[in-house]
């Protein structure tokens, strides 16, 4: 497993924008595809958006024209760009690193969107 380091998150009024980051570390593996999902309360975790090393990208339907995912192979780090954000959005995303079939997972952010 990689160890996951994220970044960003807080607070914002709706239809502001916040930036995820997450940096990969800790194995000789690099990850194979790199991405963000989401949690609330009582509910499951859901992918909000995901991009491979290959750069091809798939996001949740509810993000689609609201959300960025980019990636830099470099130093594998993983970028969320989030913009005209809804209080729906509030949750705490997780970044996620894939190596096969093996998923790691980061501590997780908390993104609040006031009304």
């Known amino acids: 497993q990689v160890h996951l380091v994220e970044s960003g998150g807080g607070l914002v009024q709706a239809g502001g924008s916040l930036r995820l980051s997450c940096t990969a570390s800790?194995?000789?593996?690099?990850?194979?595809?790199m991405g963000w999902h989401r949690q609330v309360p009582g509910k499951q975790r859901e992918l909000v958006a995901e991009?491979?090393?290959?750069?091809?990208?798939n996001y949740a339907d509810f993000v689609k024209g609201r959300f960025t995912i980019s990636k830099v192979n470099a130093n594998d780090t993983v970028y969320l760009q989030m913009n005209s954000l809804k209080p729906e959005d509030s949750a705490v995303y997780y970044c996620?690193?894939?190596?096969?079939?093996?998923?790691?997972w980061g501590q997780g952010l908390q993104v609040t969107v006031s009304s």
């Open positions: 800790g194995s000789v593996w690099r990850p194979n595809a």
């Open positions: 996620a690193a894939d190596q096969g079939h093996v998923r790691s």
């Open positions: 991009v491979t090393s290959g750069a091809h990208t």
